[in-house]
């Protein structure tokens, strides 16, 4: 089945830092989103890609669509504390099924005040 | 405006009980998702609902997994009889798949079976 390897699996950063972490996979994607997950919540809808090679932004937050449909990364610039929680990227199946989504295993960031 | 809807947050009950999660979708989206996520195999899709018909349950671990969705606004996902093995947080997500609309999720039911 396809795979969604999400890296890096934590971070610990001081407030002001920049922030980067990616996804890729063995398969092409056809959507591309990126998700935010807090204590006892479910995931939100960060920013969502639809085309390759696409760049969008999110107030602090930039998310590209890899040009090879495989890859994604976000990036969030000028941390804050309420920055803290799990990332998680999705791509969104190119086959049949085109509702499935599959999830990599999100990036713990931890920003320290 | 209402997000998706999910009940009870929190459940806490002794193997071999019924269990019964609840979930509301967004009004208006005609997709319904349940997903169950563990800290060893992430979030996994369970089963997808188009306009109230199940389309893909290969994601249902088990029979003792059932879903249903009689209407356009509720769904519930049954595991009877529970196992401890099933605790986990279930998640339910909704979308609009005609307009391409991402999917939007609940605040999860975070369940405990002792």
């Known amino acids: 089945g396809q795979q969604l390897n999400q890296s890096p699996q934590s971070m610990f950063i001081q407030e002001g830092e920049d922030v980067s972490m990616n996804c890729t996979s063995s398969?092409?994607?056809?959507?591309w989103l990126w998700y935010k997950q807090e204590p006892g919540e479910g995931p939100v809808l960060l920013i969502a890609l639809y085309k390759a090679g696409e760049l969008t932004s999110n107030g602090r937050l930039t998310a590209q669509f890899g040009i090879t449909r495989k890859d994604s990364f976000l990036n969030i610039s000028a941390s804050i504390p309420s920055d803290v929680g799990i990332y998680f990227c999705?791509?969104?199946?190119?086959?049949?099924?085109?509702?499935?989504?599959?999830f990599g295993k999100g990036t713990l960031l931890t920003v320290n005040p | 405006d209402a997000g998706v809807i999910q009940s009870p947050r929190h459940e806490v009950t002794e193997m071999g009980q019924e269990v019964t999660l609840r979930c509301k979708p967004i009004?208006?989206?005609?997709?319904l998702f349940w997903y169950r996520q563990t800290m060893m195999r992430g979030l996994e899709l369970l089963i997808y609902?188009?306009?109230?018909?199940?389309?893909?349950d290969s994601g249902m671990p088990e029979d003792r997994f059932s879903a249903k969705m009689p209407n356009a606004s509720f769904s519930t996902l049954k595991i009877q009889p529970s196992e401890p093995r099933d605790s986990a947080v279930y998640f339910c997500?909704?979308?609009?798949?005609?307009?391409?609309?991402?999917?939007?999720f609940g605040d999860g039911t975070r369940l405990s079976i002792l």
């Open positions: 009004s208006g989206h005609n997709s």
């Open positions: 999705a791509g969104q199946d190119s086959g049949g099924s085109n509702y499935k989504l599959t």
């Open positions: 398969s092409i994607f056809n959507t």
């Open positions: 997500a909704s979308s609009f798949l005609l307009t391409k609309q991402p999917q939007h």
């Open positions: 609902f188009n306009n109230n018909v199940p389309i893909d």
